[in-house]
């Protein structure tokens, strides 16, 4: 199988070409060996950042962004934004702390802060 991309991870935007055979990637056209890691990554296993908000508890409509610390697998997202949507939190709340751990390998972090 062969599938064609546009590398994201630098400004250059490497036009790629992923030749898929018997579980390995074979990537040609990226200038860099960071296109050469994506490629490979988005085709065998793809994963993005999950961002959302969670409910403020002790706040009237109040909302904090959150994001996870490290991207899960892209079939995971739907159960991670499952778990959010079920959550709560309690302000006071600062940029960095760790709201939930391990969501599907990821720790759940606020990007807001909320006082």
């Not at 590398?7 to 992923?18: A, F, K, M, Y």
């Not at 085709?43 to 490290?70: E, G």
């Amino acid at each position: 199988m062969k599938r064609n991309l546009t590398c994201i991870i630098c400004p250059r935007g490497c036009s790629l070409t992923v030749e898929l055979e018997n579980g390995n990637a074979n990537v040609t056209g990226n200038a860099c060996s960071k296109g050469a890691e994506y490629g490979t990554q988005e085709c065998l296993c793809p994963v993005r950042t999950v961002t959302s908000v969670l409910r403020v508890s002790n706040r009237r409509d109040t909302m904090v962004s959150v994001k996870t610390a490290v991207a899960v697998k892209k079939d995971d997202i739907f159960r991670v934004m499952e778990v959010l949507k079920n959550t709560l939190v309690t302000a006071p709340v600062e940029i960095g702390d760790v709201l939930l751990q391990d969501v599907f390998g990821a720790d759940i972090i606020a990007t807001k802060a909320v006082k």
